[in-house]
T-cell receptor, first 112, second 114 residues
Framework: DAKTTQPTSMDCAEGRAANLPCNHSTISGNEYVYWYRQIHSQGPQYIIHGLKNNETNEMASLIITEDRKSSTLILPHATLRDTAVYYCIVRAINTGFQKLVFGTGTRLLVSP | NAGVTQTPKFQVLKTGQSMTLQCAQDMNHNSMYWYRQDPGMGLRLIYYSASEGTTDKGEVPNGYNVSRLNKREFSLRLESAAPSQTSVYFC?????????????FGEGSRLTVL
């Protein structure tokens, strides 16, 4: 499975958009990009996933570059509750969840 | 809708004691997982059960055993606890075979081994 690279930490002002980048330059054609987040002391929570098209749900938007080597998770109006560690993961279609490798992610701090 | 429920939430053990962490899910998922998370680190997979009746080792299985009791329940046992097993343990479940990618986690069990 492809590896991902994320910045260790990022800051964002409350109410502004948070743009979290992820590099996955070795991604294969059958691998999806997944984003999870972990709010302090809680279990990780699924946010969104995509293959090659941009995706949006009630939590966030996912922008994947045309060559699929990188992606950006966008929280359009960050709140204090969005302070968390965000994990970018790639996983092949129809493989078990044991292939989800949670690295150290990006620690996002949303400030007033 | 409870989702994934773990018990106990907190536990303190002495070195050499044994204990079992319980996990139950009510979403009819076929796959269940046990992870541990140490301070400042990502989650590491201990054991998983891809379907009822099967279990497999993950990245860090030493010192642990698991039982997939039925489709709902997946327990993690520490036979002889060691201080190195002090950690936060998370149970998760998901439906293998689809592309939803959504793995559901419990709230965690915080274990301290003295």
């Amino acid at each position: 499975d492809a590896k991902t690279t994320q910045p260790t930490s990022m800051d964002c002002a409350e109410g502004r958009a948070a743009n979290l980048p992820c590099n996955h330059s070795t991604i294969s054609g059958n691998e999806y990009v997944y984003w999870y987040r972990q709010i302090h002391s809680q279990g990780p929570q699924y946010i969104i996933h995509g293959l090659k098209n941009n995706e949006t749900n009630e939590m966030a938007s996912l922008i994947i570059t045309e060559d699929r080597k990188s992606s950006t998770l966008i929280l359009p109006h960050a709140t204090l509750r969005d302070t968390a560690v965000y994990y970018c993961i790639v996983r092949a279609i129809n493989t078990g969840f044991q292939k989800l490798v949670f690295g150290t992610g990006t620690r996002l701090l949303v400030s007033p | 809708n409870a989702g994934v429920t773990q018990t106990p939430k907190f536990q303190v053990l002495k070195t050499g004691q044994s204990m079992t962490l319980q996990c139950a899910q009510d979403m009819n998922h076929n796959s269940m997982y046990w992870y541990r998370q140490d301070p400042g680190m990502g989650l590491r997979l201990i054991y998983y059960s891809a379907s009822e009746g099967t279990t497999d080792k993950g990245e860090v299985p030493n010192g642990y055993n698991v039982s997939r009791l039925n489709k709902r329940e997946f327990s993690l046992r520490l036979e002889s606890a060691a201080p190195s097993q002090t950690s936060v343990y998370f149970c998760a479940s998901g439906q293998r075979g689809g592309v939803t990618g959504e793995l559901f986690f419990g709230e965690g069990s915080r274990l301290t081994v003295l």
